[in-house]
C-alpha cells in the first residue's frame, strides 16, 4: 500500500499523560500536513511541513503541541499534558510541491481518547 | 471571519437518482476548492479539484461548478449507488498557501 499511514490508529490515555502519533506519507510528496477532527466537525488544520521544514502553524497548536519532520520524511505529533479536550481524530495528509492546487491525500487517522 | 457552510442535515435519495451537494461561502476568495469523501472511521479521500477560473469539473459520474460571484460550488453525484453513501466535504485553499479549509461536510444517504 503506498498511500499515507499513521501509527497508532487509536489510542486511550489518562489525562496528564504524553502522546507520539507517527505518519509516514506517500514516498515521493514532499508536503505534510497534521489536521484534527472532531465529531460532526471538518478536519481543522494544525500545521504543515515542507520537506524537513514546518512553514505553518494554526493558532489551535498549543504550546503542548509539537510536530517534526526531521529528514523530511515521517512525521511525529506528540502532546504533552492531554486533557480532555485533545481527545479528537488526529488526521495526516501529504502532498506533491508545485504550485498550491495540489490534492491532499489523507491517512485513515489516529483516534485519540482521553481518560 | 471566514465561513464555509454544507447542508447540515443528510441528503436521503434513491438509488438512479443525481444527488446534489452544496458548498457557500462567505468572507472568502479562494484559489481552489476540493472536495472529498469521508467513510466512518477513515481519512478523507480526495475526489475532485477545481481552480477559480473553471466552472466546471467532471471525472466519471461526478461533476463540480464553481461560481466565484455567487460563492457557491455544487457537488452532484449522477446516477447513484449505495455505495456512494458517505460524507462529502469541500475544502477551499488560497493561492499563496498549501492548507485547506474545511466546510463540516454533508451525509448523502442512497437506499436501494
Known amino acids: 500500500d503506498t498511500g499515507v499511514s499513521q501509527n497508532p490508529r487509536h489510542k486511550i490515555t489518562k489525562r496528564g499523560q504524553n502522546v507520539t502519533f507517527r505518519c509516514d506519507p506517500i514516498?515521493?510528496?514532499?508536503?505534510l500536513y497534521w489536521y484534527r477532527q472532531t465529531l460532526g466537525q471538518g478536519p481543522e488544520f494544525l500545521t504543515y511541513f515542507q520537506n524537513e521544514a514546518q512553514l505553518e502553524k494554526s493558532r489551535l497548536l498549543s504550546d503542548r503541541f509539537s510536530a517534526e519532520r526531521p529528514k523530511g520524511s515521517f512525521s511525529t505529533l506528540e502532546i504533552q499534558r492531554t486533557e480532555q479536550g485533545d481527545s479528537a481524530m488526529y488526521l495526516c495528509?501529504?502532498?506533491?510541491?508545485?504550485?498550491?492546487?495540489?490534492?491532499?491525500?489523507f491517512g485513515d487517522g489516529t483516534r485519540l481518547s482521553i481518560l | 471571519s471566514q465561513k464555509i457552510e454544507q447542508n447540515s442535515e443528510a441528503l436521503n435519495i434513491q438509488e438512479g437518482k443525481t444527488a446534489t451537494l452544496t458548498c457557500n461561502y462567505t468572507n472568502y476568495s479562494p484559489a481552489y476548492l476540493q472536495w472529498y469523501r469521508q467513510d466512518p472511521g477513515r481519512g478523507p479521500v480526495f475526489l475532485l479539484l477545481?481552480?477559480?477560473?473553471?466552472k466546471e469539473k467532471r471525472k466519471e459520474r461526478l461533476k463540480v461548478t464553481f461560481d466565484t460571484t455567487l460563492k457557491q460550488s455544487l457537488f452532484h453525484i449522477t446516477a447513484s449507488q449505495p455505495a456512494d453513501s458517505a460524507t462529502y466535504l469541500c475544502a477551499l485553499g488560497d493561492s499563496g498557501y498549501s492548507t485547506l479549509t474545511f466546510g463540516k461536510g454533508t451525509m448523502l444517504l442512497v437506499s436501494p
Open positions: 495528509a501529504s502532498s506533491l510541491k508545485g504550485n498550491s492546487n495540489q490534492p491532499q491525500h
Open positions: 514516498s515521493e510528496h514532499n508536503r
Open positions: 477545481i481552480r477559480e477560473n473553471e
